[in-house]
């Protein structure tokens, strides 16, 4: 029997998935209904999710509000049987730009729902979204991959990198001291479908809108703008495509060992350049891309992360390339305008008054 591919063990359980309104919330929460569910739980207070992402079907129970709300800690079932949180403060420069919004959705969201969960004695693990860029090294040379057990820095260039930090340390604190069953699953550069430009609420810069480099840059190419390549394109990323991401949590929740640690990457290296030369090839954007000095705050440089972990004790490997992977976000952008533009555009305030930005 394949491990990767059997996820028979999650058919009639009640799961639940916090943050699962967001981009890979979503996608895991669509993969998880395949498995035939007793009931899906989405706890989701909308920050930078949109409720389209929420599936109309009678075994998923949508619950608005932050998992910081005591009301729903207590409100959550006693026969959980697995959970997986993945709300965050999404993005390094909101992050930076408001450190307490930050600790709000980062920090104090892993340590109440910690707190909460060690006493539902039912469940049989909890998966924490951890961040490979926490961990990488910051080199500029050539990258090695980065395993698991890599050496950790004290001196980090955002909130949101010492927020998913503090997480970790969080889990292993409530598995050690409260048998807390917590698998910490990190995060490469997950793209794909349901990733929403501007969805949510403002949060006090233009990377309300403009997210991840990924989505970004496919929006701007399909409406033939430039490209900006910060620092010349040359930073490297690991991207992984978000239903192999979907895939990898569960994979984390089937077989991980509680209080170890797992690298969701693809193991390819590749540059912002390549990512962007392939989606301008995607779209036929023929708009010059702009180079650009590196980011002020940024010295994460050139990463990827190891796979020989996750593929031997976990059963997971990603599948889909880069290009078939842009190929479908590219498809479910087209798809998509509609709900893009809308949640663009309730951001045309304050991108207008407040940054001096034109609105899109």
């Known amino acids: 029997m394949d491990i990767e591919t059997d996820f028979s063990t999650f058919a009639g359980k009640k799961l639940m998935v916090v943050g699962g309104a967001g981009f890979v919330g979503s996608n895991l929460v669509a993969a998880l209904l395949d498995t035939d569910p007793r009931e899906i739980i989405i706890v989701d207070n909308l920050l930078s999710s949109d409720i389209s992402n929420v599936p109309d079907d009678p075994r998923v129970t949508f619950v608005f509000g932050s998992i910081t709300d005591d009301t729903i800690l207590k409100a959550l079932p006693e026969d959980l049987d697995y959970v997986w949180h993945l709300s965050c403060y999404h993005g390094n420069q909101s992050s930076i730009h ?76 409530y598995f050690l001291q409260h048998q807390l069953p917590v698998v910490k699953a990190r995060f490469q550069n997950v793209f794909g479908p349901r990733e929403i430009l501007g969805a949510g609420r403002w949060r006090g810069t233009p990377h309300t809108v403009w997210r991840n480099v990924t989505p970004t840059f496919v929006w701007k190419s399909l409406n033939n703008e430039t490209l900006g390549l910060d620092n010349g394109g040359q930073t490297t990323r690991d991207f992984i495509f978000v239903e192999d991401m979907a895939r990898g949590l569960m994979c984390a929740a089937k077989h991980g060992q509680p209080g170890e640690n797992y690298n969701l990457a693809s193991g390819v290296e590749t540059t912002i350049r390549e990512l962007a030369e392939t989606i301008n090839d995607l779209t036929g954007n023929p708009v010059e891309m702009e180079i650009r000095p590196a980011r002020p705050w940024d010295r994460s440089g050139c990463r990827f992360g190891s796979t020989e972990k996750s593929r031997r004790e976990i059963g997971f490997e990603a599948r889909t390339s880069l290009r078939e992977g842009l190929e479908k976000t590219v498809a479910w952008t087209r798809q998509n305008r509609e709900t893009i533009e809308r949640c663009m555009r309730q951001h045309d305030y304050f991108m207008t008054h407040l940054t001096g930005d034109t609105p899109r």
């Open 98 to 173: 408001d450190p307490l919004a930050d600790h709000e959705n980062n920090t104090l969201t892993s340590l109440k729902l910690f707190e909460r969960l060690k006493d539902i004695r039912s469940l049989t693990k909890v998966v924490y979204a951890a961040a490979g860029c926490a961990v990488a090294e910051k080199t500029y040379d050539d990258a090695s991959a980065t395993t698991e057990d890599a050496p950790v820095s004290l001196f980090h260039d955002s909130p949101y990198s010492i927020s998913k930090l503090v997480g970790e340390l969080y889990g292993n604190y």
